[in-house]
C-alpha cells in the first residue's frame, strides 16, 4: 500500500468553488512553510465515522463506507497530490472490540506506520455522545503509549456528527463546549499531559458532519449548525496544526517496540557484578564461615583428647 | 585374706561383664577362641546416623551397593546388633584389663589374665575355657550321680575327681549379711556356674579359686548339698571384702601404660622387709598414678560417685562394681565403646582410684578386600580415604563409635565401596591400645550398561505397523575411580530411536576430578567438565487463564561446562565456571522458529510472535561464567528441618556469541524454616511447628533472549498456576510464607505465595507476558498435607478465585 501510486487529487474538484479556493490558499501557505507533503493519521473508536471522515476531507468514495459494519480491517492510506503538495491520510480500524481495546488491530496499525512520518494525529469521536468513559480513556491511552505523549501536540480531536439538536433545549455552543472539554480531560488523563502542560490545553477541536444531509450555506458548501463551513475550517485547523512548530512523529521500530529494554542499564553491568561479588557473595561466604564455626558438634568431637606427638 | 591386707588394693572387676556377658550368649562360649572369632556386623548407612543409634557396636559395615532394600532393614538389624555388639566389644576389649592388673599392692584379682590370644595360663584363659568344656560336655549328655545319700552337705573336696557332677541349684549366702543372695544381686554374675550344668570337681575347683583371686570376697567357700535325684545343690557362701571408708575419688587414665609386673614375695622376709616392700609399692603406685593421663570422665560423674562414696560409710566390692558400673555407663554413653575400668587402687586410703582404659587408637589400618574378603592391594590411593575420616578415628585419639560412624557415612559417600567396615581392635603389642582397621571392599572401576526399550509409535490410521516399531534405549558407561584418586568419566546417549538418533538423541559426557588442590589438601574443590544437552518446554510460551492453546516451544541446549565447586560443608558449596552453549528454539514439529506462534482471532496462527532467540534466527550461541553459592545451614529436629538456606546465582554474558550478548542474570533465594517452639530432640519426640518464609528474586540487565526470561507460576514458583501461567518477565519476585504444624508422624500446612513480574514484563522483547494474555502478577494460597514423598495440596488461585488439588512430589523449598 505504501508503493500505491499517488493519484492525482481529483476530488477537490468536487467542492464547491469557495471551498476549493480556501483550500487552495491554505496549501499555498503550507507549501510556503515548506510543507509539501502532509501525512494524517485517523484514529479512534469503531462506528465513529473515520472512514465517511477521510472520504469527506479527500472529496471521493476513497475508503469503502458501510453503515453497519466495520468496513476496513486494517489500516489503509489514501494519497493524492495536487499542484505539488501531496496529501496522505491513513485510516485506521476502530480501537475497541469487544470492550477493550484490541491490541491486535493496535499492533497492525503499528506495523502499517513504521517508517512514515505522522504530521497530524485526528482523534475522532462523536459530538452526540453525551458522556465519557473508562473505554475513551483506554484507547487514548493505547494511542499514547503506541506513538508516544509528543503526538498529541499535533492532534485534533475531530467530533462527528455535528449536525444535531442539543438534548433539553442546551445552547449547541454549550452543549459542544461542554463535550469537547470532557473529551479534552480525558485526552489530557489518558495521554498523562501534565498540568502545567499547557499545550494540553491547546488541543484543538473541529467538527465534522458527514452526512449528505448535512445543511448547506450560499455556497453549497457544507455548514455546521452555527453556519461555519466544516471542510474549510477542518483543513485550516490542520494547517494551523502542522504548522504549530511541533515536530511531526516519526514512526520506526524504536518507537514501536519502545526503547530496546537490552540495552538498559547495560554499561552499568560490570557495576552490577561488582556490588554482587562484594555484595552478596562475599558475605555469604562470610556467613557460611560463620555457620561453619558455630556448628554444634557432638561431645565427643569436642572432648577429642589426642595425646599430642605421642608414638607408638 | 590377710597377706593382702596392705595399704592399697587393686581390684580386677572385669570379670563381671564378661560372665555375664557369656551367659547371655551361651552359643557363643562354644568356642575357644572368642576374643578373635567373634565379630558382629551392625548395617548401617548414612540414614542410620540417627541419635537414637545405639552407641554400642564395635564394627560397622555398610553395604551401599543395595541402599533400598537396607533402609528397610536398618532398624531390626540395629537393635540386633546392638545387643550381640555390646556382647562383642567386652568380650574383645576384656583382655586391656588383664595383665598383671593385680599388680603389686593389690588382690591380684584381675591377675594373670595376659593378652588374650597370647600370654597362656591366665586367669582369663581359664575363665574362658572352662565354659568350653562344659560345652563340650553338654553334647555328652551324660552325668553321674553323686552317688551319696541324700540331703548331705559335701565339702568340695570330698567330691569325686572323676564323676562328672550335675548342678540343679546354686545358693549364695552372705556370710556377713547371713542370708542367701537372691540371682538379682550383683556377685551372681560372677560365677560362671548354672544350675543345670555339668561339672567335674576340676571345674568346681577352679572356680573357686577364681573366686577367691578376684578380690572381691575375703573368703569364699563351696559346698554341695546331696540331691535324692543324684544332682548336687552347691552352695557358695561368702565373705564380701571391705575397705575403709573414703571420701576422696579419683578417676586416671592408663591407657598404653605398662603395667607394674608383680615381684614376687617371698614369705621368708622378716617384717621389716616386708615394710619395705609395701612402702615401695606404695610409692610405685604413687608414681603410677602420677605418670597416668587425667580421664574424660566429667565432674558430674564424679561428684555422683563421691556421693555412693559418702552414703556407703565403707567402701565394700558391691560399692566398687557400682562405680566400676556408672563410670562404664557414661564412657559407653558418650560412645567409648572401648573404655574399660580396669582396676581399682588405693583401697584402704581415703582415696578410690579407679584406673580406667579410655581405648587410645594406637594405629589406623586401611585394608582392601577383594570379593572373598581376601586382603589385595587396592587401587584407591589411601589419601581420599584418610581424608575422610575424622580426626578423631587417627593414631593418639581414643576410639569413639560416633567417630567410627561418622568414618562410615563419610567413606560411603565417596561411593568407591561396595562393602566398608570400620573394625576397632585389640592392639596386642600395646596394652590398651586399640588398632582401628577399616575394611574395605571396592567397586568394579568400569561399568557399562545398555538398556534398550520398543516403542510403538501409531503409524497411519492409528494402527500400529512394523514400521512404526521404535527402538529405543540408553548406552552409558563409567569408568570410576581413575588412578585411584575417585576421578571418573561417565557417559551416556539415549534416544527412543535408534534408526533416526537425530531425532531426539540426548546425550551426557562428564570428567569429575576431585580434589583439585591436592587430596592432602584439606581445602575440597572438585572440577568437573560435561559435554551435555537438553530439551525443555519453554514455559515462556505459555498463555494465560482462559488462553485455549499457545503453540509450544522447545528449547533445545547443547554445550560445553566447566566448574569448579567448593564444598565447605555438606549442603555449603560454592560452584563457579564457564557455560558454551548453543540454543535452539524449535516448534512443536521439530522446526527451528525464531518467533513465537500465536493463535489469531480468526483461529489461524501467525508466527509473528515474540522472538524466542536473542539472534532472531532461531539459534543462539553464546558463553557466560556461571557461579553459584549456597549457604545452607539446615538441620533436622526430629524430622523438620530447620536453619536457612541462601543461593545466590550468577551468569554473567561474556558478549560472546551470536549478537555479542551481555548481561548479567541473576536470583537470590532466601529461604528460612524458623522453628516455633523448642522441643526436646529424640527418636519418636514430635517435630515442632515450622514456620518457612521465602523470598526469590530474579533480574536481568543486558541482553535477555526469551528463553532466559524468569517465569512467574508453577509448583515452585506460585503454586496453584501452571508453569509460567503468570508471565515472563525481566525482574520477578517472588514471596511465600508456610506455616507446617506437626499431626502425628507427618505434618499439614497452609501457605500463602506471591509472584510478581514488578512490571518488568515490558522489558522482555516482545512482551510475552502481554501477548499470552497473562496477568503479571498473581497470588495463590491453600493448605497441604504431606504423606512421605507426596504432598496432598489444594490451592485456590487468587486471580481466579478457582480452587484446585494437587498431588506432588518432593518438597516445595
Redesign the interface.
Known amino acids: 500500500m505504501a508503493s500505491q501510486l499517488i493519484r492525482e487529487w481529483t476530488g477537490i474538484q468536487q467542492f464547491p468553488a469557495a471551498t476549493q479556493t480556501k483550500l487552495l490558499e491554505l496549501l499555498g501557505k503550507l507549501k510556503q512553510e515548506n510543507v509539501s507533503t502532509l501525512t494524517i493519521l485517523v484514529m479512534g473508536k469503531g462506528g465513529i465515522g473515520k472512514s465517511s471522515t477521510v472520504n469527506s476531507i479527500i472529496g471521493e468514495r476513497a475508503v469503502a463506507v458501510s453503515a453497519f459494519q466495520s468496513e476496513i480491517p486494517r489500516p489503509v492510506m489514501v494519497s493524492r497530490s495536487t499542484a505539488g503538495f501531496t496529501l496522505n491520510v491513513i485510516d485506521t480500524p476502530g480501537l475497541i472490540e469487544g470492550g477493550y481495546v484490541n491490541?491486535?488491530t493496535l499492533e497492525n496499525i503499528k506495523r502499517f506506520l513504521v517508517n512514515k512520518t505522522i504530521d497530524i494525529l485526528l482523534y475522532v469521536d462523536r459530538l452526540d455522545t453525551y458522556r465519557v468513559d473508562n473505554l475513551d480513556k483506554q484507547v487514548v491511552k493505547a494511542v499514547t503509549e503506541s506513538f508516544g505523549k509528543e503526538i498529541w501536540k499535533r492532534a485534533l480531536v475531530v467530533l462527528t456528527h455535528a449536525q444535531l439538536l442539543p438534548p433539553d433545549g442546551l445552547e449547541y455552543d454549550v452543549f459542544f463546549t461542554g463535550r469537547s472539554e470532557a473529551l479534552l480531560k480525558v485526552v489530557r488523563s489518558g495521554a498523562k499531559i501534565k498540568k502545567q502542560d499547557t499545550w494540553g490545553d491547546a488541543i484543538p477541536v473541529a467538527l465534522v458532519e458527514n452526512s449528505g444531509r448535512c445543511n448547506k450555506n450560499e455556497n453549497i458548501e457544507k455548514v455546521l449548525p452555527c453556519g461555519t463551513a466544516w471542510i474549510p475550517n477542518l483543513v485550516k485547523t490542520i494547517t494551523e496544526v502542522a504548522l504549530n512548530g511541533s515536530k511531526p512523529i516519526l514512526v520506526n521500530k524504536k518507537l514501536i517496540?519502545?526503547p530496546?529494554?537490552?540495552r538498559?542499564?547495560?554499561e552499568?553491568?560490570p557495576l552490577?557484578?561488582a556490588f554482587?561479588y562484594f555484595f552478596?557473595?562475599k558475605p555469604?561466604?562470610r556467613?557460611?564461615?560463620n555457620?561453619?564455626a558455630r556448628?554444634t558438634r557432638?561431645?565427643?568431637?569436642l572432648?577429642?583428647?589426642?595425646?599430642?606427638s605421642?608414638k607408638? | 585374706m590377710p597377706t593382702f591386707a596392705a595399704s592399697s588394693h587393686l581390684l580386677n572387676p572385669t570379670l563381671t561383664h564378661s560372665l555375664s556377658s557369656r551367659r547371655r550368649f551361651p552359643s557363643s562360649s562354644q568356642n575357644p577362641k572368642p576374643l578373635t572369632s567373634l565379630k558382629c556386623h551392625l548395617s548401617s548407612s548414612s540414614s542410620s546416623s540417627s541419635p537414637s543409634d545405639p552407641p554400642t557396636s564395635d564394627c560397622l559395615s555398610v553395604k551401599p551397593l543395595n541402599p533400598s532394600p537396607l533402609l528397610d532393614s536398618i532398624p531390626k538389624s540395629l537393635a540386633s546388633a546392638a545387643a550381640a555388639a555390646s556382647f562383642a566389644i567386652l568380650l574383645r576389649f576384656s583382655p586391656i584389663g588383664g595383665g598383671g592388673g593385680g599388680g603389686g599392692n593389690g588382690f591380684g584379682g584381675g591377675g594373670g589374665g595376659g593378652g588374650g590370644d597370647g600370654s597362656g595360663g591366665g586367669f582369663w584363659e581359664r575363665l574362658f575355657s572352662s565354659p568350653a568344656a562344659i560345652a563340650d560336655e553338654q553334647q555328652n549328655p551324660e552325668w553321674d550321680s553323686h552317688g551319696l545319700p541324700a540331703n548331705i552337705v559335701v565339702q568340695l573336696n570330698k567330691l569325686s575327681g572323676f564323676k562328672k557332677y550335675k548342678l540343679s541349684e546354686i545358693l549364695f549366702f552372705d556370710r556377713r549379711r547371713w542370708t542367701t543372695v537372691g540371682t538379682e544381686d550383683s556377685f551372681f554374675e560372677m560365677v560362671s556356674l548354672r544350675p543345670g550344668g555339668i561339672y567335674t570337681k576340676a571345674q568346681l575347683q577352679k572356680e573357686l579359686e577364681t573366686l577367691a583371686t578376684c578380690g572381691m570376697f575375703e573368703k569364699v567357700d563351696m559346698e554341695g548339698k546331696t540331691k535324692p535325684d543324684g544332682t548336687l545343690s552347691l552352695t557358695i557362701s561368702f565373705t564380701e571384702s571391705t575397705w575403709q571408708s573414703a571420701d576422696k575419688f579419683r578417676c586416671i587414665n592408663v591407657g598404653?601404660m605398662p603395667q607394674t609386673k608383680p615381684i614376687e614375695m617371698d614369705p621368708d622376709m622378716t617384717d621389716k622387709e616386708k615394710l619395705e616392700y609395701y612402702r615401695s609399692q606404695e610409692k610405685d603406685y604413687r608414681r603410677r598414678i602420677d605418670r597416668a593421663?587425667p580421664c574424660?570422665l566429667p565432674m558430674s560423674v564424679h561428684r555422683e560417685i563421691l556421693q555412693m562414696l559418702r552414703d556407703q560409710g565403707k567402701v565394700s566390692a558391691r560399692l566398687l562394681q557400682k562405680i566400676r558400673d556408672r563410670v562404664q555407663k557414661w564412657y559407653h554413653d558418650?560412645?567409648?565403646a572401648c573404655a574399660q575400668v580396669v582396676n581399682f587402687g588405693n583401697l584402704n586410703t581415703k582415696e578410690v582410684v579407679c584406673e580406667v582404659v579410655e581405648g587410645?587408637i594406637?594405629?589406623l589400618v586401611i585394608q582392601f578386600q577383594d570379593k572373598l574378603g581376601n586382603v589385595v592391594e587396592g587401587n584407591t590411593q589411601t589419601p581420599v580415604i584418610r581424608r575422610e575420616l575424622?580426626?578423631?578415628l587417627?593414631?593418639?585419639?581414643?576410639f569413639?563409635i560416633?567417630?567410627g560412624k561418622q568414618a562410615l557415612r563419610n567413606i560411603n559417600s565417596l561411593a568407591l565401596f561396595s562393602n566398608i567396615e570400620v573394625n576397632p581392635r585389640p592392639d596386642e603389642k600395646?596394652e590398651g591400645?586399640i588398632i582401628v582397621e577399616i575394611k574395605l571392599k571396592e567397586l568394579e572401576q568400569k561399568q557399562a550398561e545398555v538398556s534398550t526399550e520398543w516403542s510403538i509409535v501409531p503409524g497411519r490410521g492409528g494402527r500400529p505397523t512394523l514400521a512404526s516399531l521404535q527402538p529405543g534405549g540408553t548406552v552409558s558407561f563409567e569408568h570410576r575411580n581413575i588412578k585411584g584418586l575417585n576421578r571418573s568419566i561417565l557417559g551416556s546417549v539415549t534416544t527412543s530411536n535408534f534408526f533416526n538418533p537425530q531425532d531426539d538423541l540426548a546425550f551426557k559426557l562428564e570428567y569429575v576430578h576431585p580434589y583439585l588442590d591436592g587430596v592432602t589438601n584439606p581445602r575440597n574443590r572438585t572440577l568437573r567438565a560435561s559435554c551435555f544437552n537438553s530439551r525443555k518446554l519453554s514455559p515462556v510460551f505459555t498463555g494465560g487463564p482462559g488462553v485455549d492453546e499457545v503453540p509450544p516451544i522447545w528449547v533445545d541446549r547443547a554445550g560445553l561446562k566447566a566448574n569448579i565447586t567448593e564444598n565447605?560443608?555438606r549442603q555449603?558449596k560454592?560452584t563457579y565456571g564457564l557455560v558454551m552453549e548453543e540454543v535452539t528454539t524449535r516448534d512443536e514439529s521439530s522446526h527451528i522458529s525464531p518467533y513465537g506462534q500465536r493463535v489469531?482471532?480468526s483461529g489461524g496462527i501467525s508466527a509473528d510472535g515474540p522472538p524466542t532467540t536473542l539472534s532472531g534466527t532461531g539459534i543462539d550461541r553464546l558463553a557466560f561464567l556461571q557461579?553459584n553459592?549456597t549457604?545452607d545451614?539446615t538441620k533436622y529436629v526430629n524430622g523438620a528441618i530447620v536453619g536457612q538456606r541462601?543461593v545466590?546465582q550468577?551468569d554473567?554474558g561474556l558478549g560472546i556469541g551470536s549478537n555479542f550478548p551481555?548481561?548479567?542474570r541473576?536470583q537470590?533465594t532466601c529461604t528460612g524454616f524458623i522453628q516455633l517452639k523448642q522441643v526436646e530432640e529424640g527418636a519418636g519426640k514430635p517435630p515442632p511447628p515450622v514456620l518457612v518464609l521465602h523470598g526469590h528474586y530474579g533480574g536481568c540487565?543486558?541482553?535477555?533472549p526469551s528463553y532466559d526470561a524468569f517465569t512467574l507460576g508453577g509448583p515452585y514458583s506460585v503454586r496453584g498456576y501452571n508453569m509460567g501461567e503468570l508471565g515472563a518477565a525481566?525482574n520477578i519476585l517472588e514471596l511465600a510464607a508456610e506455616l507446617r504444624i506437626p499431626v502425628k508422624n507427618t505434618h499439614m500446612y497452609v501457605f500463602a505465595e506471591h509472584g510478581n513480574d514488578l512490571g518488568s514484563s515490558?522489558?522482555?522483547?516482545g512482551n510475552p507476558t502481554?501477548v499470552y494474555r497473562r496477568m503479571g502478577h498473581g497470588s495463590s494460597y491453600g493448605l497441604g498435607a504431606k504423606f512421605g514423598l507426596v504432598r496432598a495440596e489444594y490451592a485456590v488461585d487468587h486471580n481466579s478465585g478457582t480452587g484446585s488439588l494437587f498431588l506432588r512430589f518432593g518438597e516445595r523449598f
Not at chain 2, 540487565?701 to 535477555?704: E, R
Open positions: 491490541d491486535q517496540e519502545g530496546n529494554p537490552d538498559r542499564w547495560k552499568f553491568i552490577v557484578f554482587q552478596i557473595i555469604l561466604q556467613a557460611i564461615k555457620d561453619m556448628e557432638p561431645a565427643w568431637e572432648r577429642d583428647t589426642g595425646l599430642s605421642r607408638f | 598404653l593421663r574424660m558418650e560412645g567409648y587410645d594406637t594405629q575424622p580426626k578423631q587417627r593414631q593418639s585419639h581414643v569413639n560416633e567417630a600395646n591400645g565447605f560443608t555449603s560454592f489469531l482471532p557461579a553459592i549457604r545451614n541462601n545466590f550468577l554473567q551481555f548481561f548479567n541473576h537470590l540487565v543486558g541482553d535477555l525481566r515490558k522489558l522482555v522483547k502481554e
